[in-house]
């Protein structure tokens, strides 16, 4: 009898690390998912990206009204989230599609100067500023013709010059910010973001501060199409996205993020028949309303991924894809002669306006300069840091 009774407790010892091995299992089930599923990003990854997005709605915050963003960091928007960021700029070039809008600060929590490059408020505007001016392309210059840290010239590359001519106007309130910066805290990394056109500019400015010696990160979102496919390969190359990223055991560390959301036809503008084409590092958000959760959000594999937005884009998808996706560029197509022709630049069958929420829906609404954003804007289930 005596023994009997240690097959029992043992048993019971068992049953119970049992139970506490699936309790541990359970809170571990996101990890578990994203290691079983390279696509699925890290839940690291996935609360920068949701940061990232507040801070560049912060942006909007620039040129909308007489009160902007103010020191040490204050604005209307979502400035007070960030109680360790330290305002050292603000830039507004304009309305026009060359210029610019955005502001400089540090973060002084995770040693960062953010850059933030701000995009536009009118998504028909957008579309037709990208259809109406494909013929206007000129050559990567490549950093003042300065190879810089050796990455070498952009050889037959060509960008869109309103984006171009955008960073070229931009830079001379950008670069001497950041040259004075990286003099007194030379361990603050830059970390470039822009939401819609700005994302093309961001792109841009991180070519030329490489070239420059820094070492940015970038992330964008809605980033349109920059350049020709020499643009594209050049890109790849220097941010490191020409590899297979396997995924990233540590995605954090990728140095370029294109953040794009499914249903929002921005980045696959220009058309790829006028020679634009999209870069790699792609990350896509999959659930078309918000607000996304980590499973939504998923690693893509080079520059045309047709399980991303590319399967959106009938002019480079394949049968099965285009057939359970809808064709973006169709929608933007057909719409674009009624932006042109109405009195208030909408078009008669609103499918624009459709789409003017999957271009703003990045984990928020992003583009309105208010207290905790838009306040149908999504988020509520995000733990603000």
């Not at 696509?39 to 912060?58: K, Q």
């Not at 915050?61 to 360790?84: A, D, Q, Y």
């Not at 955008?166 to 030379?186: A, C, G, H, K, Q």
């Not at 789409?355 to 207290?371: E, K, N």
Request: aromatic residues 10%.
């Amino acid at each position: 009898m005596r023994f009997s009774t240690i097959p029992s407790a043992l048993g019971a010892t068992l049953l119970l690390l049992s139970s506490v091995a699936r309790a541990l299992i359970a809170d571990q089930a996101p990890l578990l998912r994203h290691a079983s599923d390279n696509t699925t990003v890290s839940p690291a990854l996935f609360s920068e990206l949701e940061e990232l997005a507040r801070i560049v709605d912060i942006s909007y915050c620039v040129g909308l009204t007489g009160f902007g963003i103010s020191k040490p960091f204050s604005c209307l928007g979502r400035c007070s989230e960030f109680p360790s960021f330290e305002l050292v700029t603000t830039w507004n070039t304009g309305q026009l599609l060359r210029d610019s809008c955005g502001y400089i600060a540090l973060d002084h929590g995770k040693k960062r100067v953010i850059v933030a490059f701000r995009g536009t408020y009118s998504i028909a505007n957008t579309v037709v500023d990208l259809s109406t001016i494909p013929q206007e392309y000129e050559p990567y210059p490549g950093g003042d013709g300065d190879d810089g840290d050796g990455q070498g010239k952009c050889e037959n590359c060509a960008v869109h010059m309103g984006f171009q001519s955008s960073w070229v106007t931009t830079r001379d309130y950008i670069i001497p910010e950041l040259e004075r910066t990286n003099l007194t805290l030379p361990d603050y990394r830059v970390t470039l973001v822009g939401h819609s056109l700005g994302g093309a500019v961001a792109a841009l400015a991180g070519l030329d501060l490489r070239a420059r010696g820094f070492d940015p990160q970038i992330t964008t979102f809605g980033e349109p199409r920059v350049g020709n496919q020499a643009f594209v390969t050049y890109l790849d190359k220097h941010f490191g996205l020409s590899e297979s990223t396997g995924h990233h055991l540590n995605d954090t560390a990728m140095s370029y993020r294109r953040v794009t959301h499914i249903d929002d036809p921005v980045p696959l503008l220009p058309l790829t028949e006028w020679g634009f084409a999209m870069h790699a590092g792609e990350i896509f958000i999959t659930k078309p309303d918000l607000s996304p959760d980590i499973i939504d959000v998923r690693h893509c594999e080079g520059d045309n991924d047709k399980e991303c937005l590319a399967g959106q884009d009938s002019t480079i998808a394949s049968g099965k894809h285009h057939s359970r996706k809808r064709d973006l560029l169709a929608s933007v197509k057909s719409e674009i002669s009624e932006v042109r022709t109405e009195s208030w630049g909408v078009p008669s069958r609103y499918k624009l306006w459709q789409l003017f929420f999957a271009h703003r829906d990045y984990f928020w609404r992003i583009g309105v300069c208010l207290p905790g954003g838009d306040p149908l804007g999504g988020g509520d289930k995000y733990e603000l840091r």
